[in-house]
């Protein structure tokens, strides 16, 4: 007795993917990419907050290096080890540009020192964090406790 073969090489069979299939598939990236790119953005910003932070403390930590050499503060960026361009400090990945201001009882006892979003960067979207300072009494602004910012 013989037994027949059928000869399964899929010749006449499509194969790969149809139009709907397809379709089906990217409306599911679609969908995943519209949820996922905010969160992304969102913690992408979050790590890039680290140069403004880092700025901040070196600005002042060099501000207080200034202090003790001549008994006063500087409003002059210039002499604080900040990265320079076109005569305005800028954090070291330019995200932020950095300046330096008399604080409450003026630049010969106090500063602030204040690191906004540049414009144009991918931080000016980093709402409510736009802006970070920190002054001569080590207080952080915005307030760490009322915000998510630091």
């Known amino acids: 007795m013989k037994i027949a ?6 010749a006449g069979r499509n194969s790969g993917f149809s139009l709907m299939e397809l379709l089906i598939a990217l409306t599911i990236v679609a969908i995943l990419t519209t949820i996922a ?5 969102q913690s992408v910003r979050k790590s890039k907050r680290i140069d403004a932070q880092t700025a901040l403390t070196n600005a002042t930590n060099n501000l ?4 003790a050499t001549n008994g006063t503060y500087t409003v002059d960026s210039s ?8 005569g305005s400090a800028y954090s070291e990945n330019d995200h932020y540009v950095v300046v330096v201001a008399a604080g409450a009882t003026g630049i010969g006892s106090s500063y602030v020192v204040t690191a906004t979003a540049t414009a144009d960067g991918v931080q000016a979207g ?4 736009t802006v970070l ?3 001569s009494l080590g207080r952080r602004i915005p307030d760490p406790t009322a915000s998510r910012c630091w």
Do not use: I, V
Request: hydrophobic residues 35%.
């Open 37 to 41: 790119f905010p969160s992304f953005m």
């Open 126 to 129: 980093d709402t409510g964090c």
């Open 5 to 10: 073969l059928k000869n399964h090489t899929g």
């Open 79 to 86: 002499q604080l080890g900040l990265k320079m361009d076109a």
């Open 64 to 67: 207080e290096r200034f202090f």
């Open 133 to 135: 300072s920190l002054d």
